[in-house]
């Protein structure tokens, strides 16, 4: 069965940096979108960072452009967003997730999901 492993999350100071790295096993990413999305406590899960693996193309959140930045790793399974300029509005349980079946726009619903991985940003 296809899984999504996500690492690389931890605590940090407003103004720092973490890397975040999702490892797909059992998965043809070809066609279709992978990417992340975040949920607060409070909060409904959001969208933050998704990348075509057809042609490279990325889409961001509003908050984080300029900030964050999403990138295929080796074999085009994996990806990882690099997160800068952290804020503690960025504090969230960090999900990787992967669609199957295609990717038609950005919006298409993911399929698969990782288990996430805390941020914690404190100011």
């Known amino acids: 069965q296809v899984q999504l492993v996500e690492s690389g999350g931890g605590s940090v100071q407003a103004g720092g940096s973490l890397s975040l790295s999702c490892a797909a096993s059992g998965y043809n990413s070809d066609g279709n979108c992978m990417g992340w999305f975040r949920e607060a406590p409070g909060t409904k899960r959001e969208r933050v960072a998704m990348?075509?693996?057809?042609?490279?193309?990325?889409d961001y959140a509003d908050s984080v452009k300029g900030r964050f930045t999403i990138s295929q790793d080796n074999g085009k399974n994996a990806v990882s967003l690099q997160m800068n300029s952290l804020k503690p509005e960025d504090t969230a349980s960090y999900y990787c997730?992967?669609?199957?079946?295609?990717?038609?726009?950005?919006?298409?619903?993911?399929?698969?999901w990782g288990q996430g991985t805390q941020v914690t940003v404190s100011s």
């Open positions: 997730a992967a669609t199957g079946g295609g990717c038609r726009t950005f919006s298409t619903p993911p399929k698969y």
């Open positions: 990348i075509y693996t057809g042609n490279g193309n990325t």
